[in-house]
């Protein structure tokens, strides 16, 4: 009945897919219901074939499919049999999902981490309820009962969706683990940009505003540092060009997997393609030396953390939004609103990233104090102009004085307890057969990368450990990781036991007879 009805609801022209693998099904008890089994499905398409109900378009089993799903859409007999019958909406019965490396959910056992998920997103959709969206008439959409399209203005094509008569959301969570991915997914995504403008967000003309390269400026957060000019900008090279390939090399594991991905897009699809190799390797290579702060972070497959980290800015933000009772839509990176209220929306994602970016890294906040507690008060607000940095005023009834205040000492360095040069050494070789290590494991995933690169970066982070390390006097890893030189250290001599007597005085033993007595 189930597939009946999605395929009712899909319309004309609409597709709806569903997997032929008993794996796929094992999971589902969580997020179906115990009737969506691998039997019953498979029987139920069937069936609906042999009664001329849908037409079918099935997948390649096993890896040929590509990710693909099998599909199957209604003919003009069930959409006619379906025309008057009322359906009542059922929202999804959870609202994390947890899925695997391919992309399949995965079951789970509830902790109070998921169930405080579970609970953040409850709120989220019982405010996202409040909110009404309409959707005009007319050119670029077309309406069914249950089922809308939406033609794409960069494409041409129509794009087909199910809205649900309130917002709803369901946060996703890849590979397995609840800190990677984290997405939140509503079925007002599904709409091409130019369609989503055309929206009514409570009866007032939708607005949109995206954090510009979100992802980049994460990164260089993380490496501490500040991007410098326009991201997306290289000499020689398209904009969108340099996006597309700084954007794809962070989700891959090397920097040729990036050139690689780059040159797999499917040429009559979206984004397509059609550039050469050589072209490709020199843009990428443009890429890297561009941004080479964070060059060790591309093709490091840094993509799915960075998602991580955006989903929960999105969160926070729509936190904000409803104290503030604004209506606000996500859509990953961006959020619709009203346009009355893109002002309010758009500073509070400028606060949400300045604060991410100072959490990962405190020392690039960009907000600005309005005075230096230890400089005393701004001009105007009643502190006292011309007033020296090293001076606090002691107030009187009279006057006010300033006591001079002694300049404070840096503390002295901590005195280094190895060898620099022998440190680094023993470094460079950790580093190195730790690259070592994940270079087999890439391997076996049919990953490969020459060893030049990956060894220069070994050396290039065992550098900047210890000069962390020199500058601190204190050590990054301790000694039994990482050795402050190669070779046998003094904690590997024995020590507390006095060296073995030779002959045969040892005390309690049996003399020892050597070859020449016995000769003799």
């Not at 009866?203 to 991201?231: N, Q, T």
């Not at 006292?384 to 002691?394: M, R, T």
Request: glycine share 8%.
């Amino acid at each position: 009945m189930t597939s009946l009805v999605r395929s009712a609801l899909a319309g004309q022209g609409g597709w709806v897919s569903y997997s032929r693998s008993k794996r796929f099904y094992e999971p589902l008890s969580r997020y179906e219901g115990t009737a969506f089994t691998y039997d019953r499905v498979k029987a139920a398409v069937k069936e609906l074939l042999h009664l001329g109900l849908i037409e079918e378009e099935r997948a390649l089993p096993g890896p040929a499919s590509h990710g693909w799903q099998s599909r199957m859409r209604a003919t003009d007999r069930l959409i006619a049999a379906f025309h008057d019958c009322p359906f009542e909406h059922v929202g999804p019965r959870e609202l994390i999902e947890l899925r695997d490396a391919n992309g399949e959910r995965m079951a789970y056992v509830d902790t109070d981490h998921t169930r405080r998920l579970r609970k953040s997103m409850a709120a989220r959709n019982e405010a996202a309820s409040a909110v009404r969206i309409d959707m005009p008439e007319g050119d670029g959409w077309l309406h069914t009962p249950g089922y809308v399209s939406a033609r794409s203005d960069k494409t041409g094509g129509w794009v087909g969706l199910r809205p649900t008569p309130a917002p709803r959301m369901v946060r996703i969570y890849g590979r397995g683990r609840w800190d990677m991915h984290g997405r939140l997914y509503g079925w007002w995504q599904q709409l091409p940009q130019a369609r989503r403008l055309e929206l009514l967000i409570n009866g007032e003309v939708a607005f949109e505003e995206d954090w510009s390269a979100c992802h980049p400026r994460l990164l260089y957060a993380m490496a501490g540092k500040l991007p410098v000019g326009e991201i997306y900008d290289v000499d020689g090279y398209n904009p969108s060009h340099v996006k597309a390939a700084l954007l794809t090399v962070m989700n891959t594991r090397s920097t040729y997997g990036g050139v690689q991905s780059l040159m797999k897009r499917e040429k009559d699809k979206p984004g397509k393609w059609l550039h050469s190799l050589d072209y490709t390797k020199g843009l990428m290579k443009a890429v890297m030396h561009r941004h080479e702060p964070i060059a060790h972070f591309l093709g490091a497959d840094m993509g799915i953390t960075l998602m991580h980290i955006e989903s929960q800015m999105c969160v926070d933000v729509l936190k904000r939004c409803e104290r503030e009772n604004v209506p606000a839509l996500p859509v990953h990176d961006s959020f619709v609103t009203q346009a009355s209220k893109g002002a309010t929306v758009t500073a509070i994602m400028a606060e949400v990233m300045d604060a991410t970016r100072a959490a990962i890294n405190p020392c690039q906040s960009s907000r600005k104090r309005g005075f230096t507690p230890q400089m005393g008060a701004p001009v105007g607000s009643g502190g006292c102009v011309g007033a020296s940095a090293s001076a606090s005023p002691v107030v009187v009834p009279s006057k006010t004085v300033f006591v001079p205040v002694p300049p404070v000492s840096p503390p002295a360095p901590r005195p280094l307890r190895w060898d620099p040069a022998e440190r680094l050494e023993a470094m460079i070789a950790y580093q190195i057969k730790i690259e070592r290590i994940l270079m087999s494991e890439e391997r076996r995933e049919g990953i490969f990368e020459v060893w030049e690169r990956r060894e220069a970066n070994a050396r290039a982070i065992a550098k900047s450990v210890c000069l962390h390390e020199n500058e601190t006097g204190m050590r990054a890893f301790p000694t039994h990781i990482v050795p402050d030189r190669i070779g046998p250290t003094a904690a590997s001599i024995k020590r507390g036991r006095s060296p073995r007597k030779s002959g045969s005085v040892g005390k309690g033993r049996r003399p020892r007879v050597t070859l020449h007595e016995v000769r003799a």
